[in-house]
T-cell receptor
Framework: GAVVSQHPSRVICKSGTSVKIECRSL??????MFWYRQFPKQSLMLMAT?????????EQGVEKDKFLINHASLTLSTLTVTSAHPEDSSFYIC???????????????FGPGTRLTVT | GQNIDQPTEMTATEGAIVQINCTYQ??????LFWYQQHAGEAPTFLSY????GLEEKGRFSSFLSRSKGYSYLLLKELQMKDSASYLC?????????????FGKGTKLSVIP
């Protein structure tokens, strides 16, 4: 149980275009979903937290108008990178939190990640 | 703010035991997670500690000392497939209590 999928797994786009990444919890309802970004040899950096039906909360330094998050249901969240630039190239990972989860504290289950390359 | 420190890299021999340390400084500490991440893949959950002491789960054990701001992950009977990055992450109580703040990860290389 507790499987999270992401689509696409890899995407290459041209500078100035927009890319949408989907995150789905397959066998549980996610009360909260999180979006992370990971640059090579760096740790995961939280970009935003989203709860179903409400606006996402963005971390400091993350542009909400550039990284659009839609959390339309308890099983689906999308991240749209608008007007992508080469510096947006990164590994984007979503996670979904169940309640209470196997560890009893609503641990996060991670999707397999999306490798975005902007040329 | 929060500060989480882990060694950058470690090397250990197949069949041996390795301990990966994590120290943290954070206000409103709630709990600590350990995740395993293979290159190019998403992290997978290993353990969760909220109280002081040792949690054992098969070949992996995790320890927490809240007073010292210290945790370690112990891997026994190392296998080649254990070569991965190991991420320490903390959560805080209160608003945003389920947000994870990750350390930079420890890259473990298991050699024959």
């Amino acid at each position: 149980g507790a499987v999270v999928s992401q689509h696409p797994s890899r995407v290459i786009c041209k500078s100035g275009t927009s890319v949408k990444i989907e995150c789905r919890s397959l066998d549980f309802q996610a009360t909260t979903m999180f979006w992370y970004r990971q640059f090579p040899k760096q740790s995961l950096m939280l970009m935003a937290t989203s709860n179903e039906g409400s606006k996402a909360t963005y971390e400091q330094g993350v542009e909400k108008d550039k990284f659009l998050i839609n959390h339309a249901s308890l099983t689906l969240s999308t991240l749209t990178v608008t007007s992508a630039h080469p510096e947006d190239s990164s590994f984007y990972i979503c996670s979904a939190r169940s309640n209470p989860g196997l560890a009893g504290n609503g641990e996060q289950y991670f999707g397999p990640g999306t490798r975005l390359t902007v040329t | 703010g929060q500060n989480i420190d882990q060694p950058t890299e470690m090397t250990a021999t197949e069949g041996a035991i390795v301990q990966i340390n994590c120290t943290y400084q954070t206000s409103g500490f709630n709990g600590l997670f350990w995740y395993q991440q293979h290159a190019g893949e998403a992290p997978t959950f290993l353990s969760y500690n909220v109280l002081d002491g040792l949690e054992e789960k098969g070949r992996f054990s995790s320890f927490l000392s809240r007073s010292k701001g210290y945790s370690y992950l112990l891997l026994k009977e190392l296998q080649m497939k254990d070569s991965a990055s190991y991420l320490c992450a903390v959560t805080r109580s209160g608003a945003g209590s389920y947000q994870l703040t990750f350390g930079k990860g420890t890259k473990l290389s298991v050699i024959p």
